[in-house]
């Protein structure tokens, strides 16, 4: 039986938002405290360094990055995950094709789904 209510996301019911460069992305579940999104990248895809005030964990659902935060540099690959302080510039670059898969805290009101 489905529920009417939103606290189930199917991902198959959740189309691809083309970013272009080699970057895809969905929203997923969110509400006003937290947000879950995947971010699809080809091989050399480049999540460009930025900022903003939501403190980030991300998970590498597969594939390997290179992954900036701050003045540090790893490189992550499937399984990995990274914390993203509130504030502080980050970015990656696909060393493969590979997704990541972010939450947000509090949820960020730019990428909601409208």
Same mark, same amino acid.
């Given at each position: 039986m489905e529920k009417s209510t939103d606290w189930f996301v199917q991902d198959r019911? &959740?189309?691809?938002?083309?970013? /272009?460069k080699g970057l895809k =992305?969905?929203?997923? *579940?969110?509400? @006003?405290?937290?947000?879950? !999104? +995947?971010?699809?990248?080809?091989? /050399? !895809? %480049? /999540? *460009?360094m930025?900022?903003?005030?939501?403190?980030? %964990?991300?998970? &590498? =659902?597969n594939g390997s990055f290179e &992954? %900036?935060? /701050? +003045? @540090?540099? +790893?490189t992550v690959q499937s399984g990995d995950s990274f914390v993203?302080?509130?504030g502080v @510039?980050?970015? &990656?670059? !696909?060393?493969e094709d590979g997704c990541l898969v972010d939450v947000f805290?509090?949820?960020r009101e730019d990428l909601a789904v409208k």
């Open positions: 019911n &959740v189309p691809w938002e083309d970013l /272009g =992305r969905k929203i997923l *579940a969110y509400n @006003e405290n937290m947000m879950m !999104a +995947s971010v699809s990248f080809e091989k /050399g !895809a %480049v /999540g *460009a930025h900022s903003h005030p939501h403190t980030q %964990v991300t998970y &590498v =659902r &992954v %900036v935060i /701050g +003045s @540090e540099k +790893s993203v302080p509130s @510039e980050h970015g &990656v670059t !696909a060393l805290s509090p949820m």
